[in-house]
């Protein structure tokens, strides 16, 4: 009897190893999903009441927590907020963090706006004011830069300067 040949042992491999990610994905979901039934289940009517939800993962730490204050925030290993859905007066929000940004997903009474800020300052920001659509570019000192925006069916486009006044823009004013 032969013994296998390499490529054929790497395919086998690759193969179990995908496997392995596959039913630690499905455990993992498993093991979020089973508390939270347990929970419901075990309540009255189904609902569950009380001042914050916290979802754990095996290793006990908190890996989703929901509160009235803050929302639902779902958290990475180390314990560190990555996202956070909620509503304050003003409307929705989503919220993403990276290691040093953030992205902000809001509706207020103004229209839908989608905000990127990096290390210290918000650097970009895309919306809808009073139905038209908007983008304004900021520098390191959160002062404009730059601003696309569409008025009816009138589109137009500004380069600022440090006093906020336009160094280009067209159409010409």
Known sequence: MSEPSAPTLAARLTHLERAHRRLQRITLAALLLLPTAVLIAATDAGSLQGTSFKLLDAAGKVRILMTP????????????????????????????????????????????????????????????????????????????????????????????????NPLWQAPSR
């Open 69 to 164: 204050a803050s929302g639902l925030s779902f958290l990475d290993a180390n314990g560190k907020v990555r996202a956070v859905l909620g509503v304050d007066g003003e409307g929705p929000g989503l919220v993403l963090y990276g290691d040093a940004s953030r992205a902000i997903l809001n509706i207020n009474h103004d229209g839908p706006a989608l905000s990127f800020i990096g290390k210290d300052a918000v650097r970009a920001v895309f919306g809808l004011v009073q139905n038209d659509p908007g983008l304004v570019l900021f520098d390191g000192a959160q002062r404009e830069r730059a601003q696309l925006t569409v008025h009816g069916t009138r589109g137009a486009l500004a380069l600022l300067g440090d006093d906020g």
